[in-house]
């Protein structure tokens, strides 16, 4: 399954792109699944049907899905709690589930349920769709979502690291006095004994295989902008962004291009291609207001996909 | 005879030294292991502690094989003007 992200600012035609994308994959006979990650959905709008959380059939190849990050915030939340619960019983008195509605808004939620729900269809979906076309949040939390498998990698490892040290003093220890059970509770000096570092080695697993497959040979990052200023900015950042997370951007988009934004249009390319955009641009041009029928658009999309 | 206890007077000496350093090197290495332990801990508390915190599941999924680790953090809490005091006395610096 090749993963398509359509990032890019806000209104620049992600939603439109990523939906006639993803239609005109399916018209070409792939079996595609088109997901809107994006709070504010517009998936269900641009084809004309009500979605929701489950994914839909809108024809017999191609499959329409809207997260709703709420929901999965507040699943997020609720597993999390449910793993303290089953050890420390007394929390249940707690009655959390009074919390949940405000737990969801507490700092980084969103982005841990967005990536929970993305590893959910990577894991779910990969043998049933020959791809997967995003439409994606609002950049910073597109960033942020992107970003967590490393940096979970990265506490991850430092965790490991630090553990292994911990696990040496106690074998030393060990060795020195015979046995080492401060207080009379035996710990762990072997790693295949210590349920905290086996915890951690399957986190890195986990996190590892989604990490591999952002940055891998199937997933393509592309970027969609307008010939104007604003745009331009935002585009800069988030290439840089996603340079720094090592993901591969693979396309860019220049939409919504008339005979009047030409001049701008190729400054802006010429900027971007210089803070390192890739070469491959395709140019799609303001299709008239009456032109615009939903996911429906005349230009051709899927090249840089196939 | 007369010698044959001296020799194990002399075994008797290089054991006790050997078991005292033996201590002594065990003694130390604990409070390596329990400052390591207190420190992963803490890291893993970073909204508790006000540096940046990892993953929040990461704490999630960890905190129940913990306890010690829990324990040593709250006897650290408590005793941490000791600690200086505590490895003087494990280097044998009075
Ligand atoms: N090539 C185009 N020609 C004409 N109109 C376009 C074109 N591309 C997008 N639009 C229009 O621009 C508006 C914004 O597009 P769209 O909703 O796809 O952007 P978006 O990047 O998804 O925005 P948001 O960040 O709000 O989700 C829509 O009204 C859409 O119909
Ligand atoms: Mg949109």
Redesign the interface.
């Known amino acids: 399954m090749k993963v398509l992200f359509f990032t890019g600012k806000g209104g620049v035609g992600k939603s439109t792109l990523s939906a006639a994308t993803a239609w005109q994959l399916s018209q070409t006979g792939y079996c595609v699944l088109a997901v809107s990650f994006d709070p504010a959905h517009n998936l269900g709008d641009i084809f004309g049907v009500k979605l929701t959380h489950k994914k839909k059939k809108f024809t017999k190849n191609l499959y329409l899905q809207e997260i709703d990050l709420e929901t999965a915030a507040s699943e997020y939340v609720r597993t ?1 709690v449910s ?2 619960t ?2 420390y019983g007394y929390l249940q008195s707690f009655n959390m589930d009074k919390y949940f509605k405000v737990l969801r808004f507490s700092p ?1 939620i969103e982005e ?1 349920a967005a990536l929970t729900a993305l590893e959910k269809i990577l894991k779910n979906e990969v043998s049933k769709y020959d791809y997967l076309v995003i439409d994606t949040p609002p950049t910073g939390l597109t960033l942020r979502m992107l970003a ?1 498998p490393r ?2 990698l990265t ?2 490892d ?2 490991i690291r ?2 292994k ?2 696990l040496n ?2 074998y ?2 060990h060795n ?2 015979g046995k ?1 059970e ?2 009379g ?1 035996q ?1 762990a000096y072997k790693e295949e004994d210590d ?2 570092i086996r ?2 080695f399957q ?1 890195r697993e986990k996190y590892s295989e989604v990490n591999d497959i952002l940055q891998g040979e199937k997933n393509s990052v592309a970027i969609v902008f307008n010939p104007d200023y604003l745009s331009l900015r935002e585009s800069e950042r988030l290439i840089k962004g996603l340079k720094d997370l090592q993901f591969p951007l693979r396309v860019a988009f220049n939409n919504k291009l008339t005979d009047e934004n030409n001049e701008i249009a190729l400054e802006v390319e010429a900027k971007l291609l210089s803070a390192g955009c890739p070469k491959r641009i395709e140019r799609v041009p303001l299709i008239p207001h009456k032109g615009i029928s939903g996911y429906m658009i005349e230009h051709n999309l899927t090249a840089s996909f196939l | 005879m007369k010698r044959h206890g001296f020799v194990n007077w002399i075994k008797h000496i290089l054991s006790t030294i050997d078991t005292s350093h ?2 002594q ?2 003694g130390l ?2 409070f ?2 329990r400052e ?2 207190n ?2 801990v803490l ?2 508390m970073g909204s508790f502690t006000g540096i940046p915190a ?5 704490a ?7 306890q ?1 680790e829990i ?1 040593v953090l709250k006897f650290r809490a408590e005793n941490a003007s000791d600690s200086l005091a505590e490895m003087a006395g494990l280097l044998g610096i009075d």
Do not use: C, D, M
């Open positions: 999390n793993l303290l089953e050890v980084g841990y967590l940096i979970t506490w991850v430092q965790l630090l553990r040290e911990i003093k106690r030393t220890i020195l006095k080492y401060p207080r509770v710990l349920p905290v915890k951690l986190l | 033996r201590e090197a065990a290495t604990e390596e292991a390591l332990e420190i992963f890291l893993l990892p993953p929040s599941f990461i999630a999924e960890l905190l129940p094989h913990l010690h324990k």
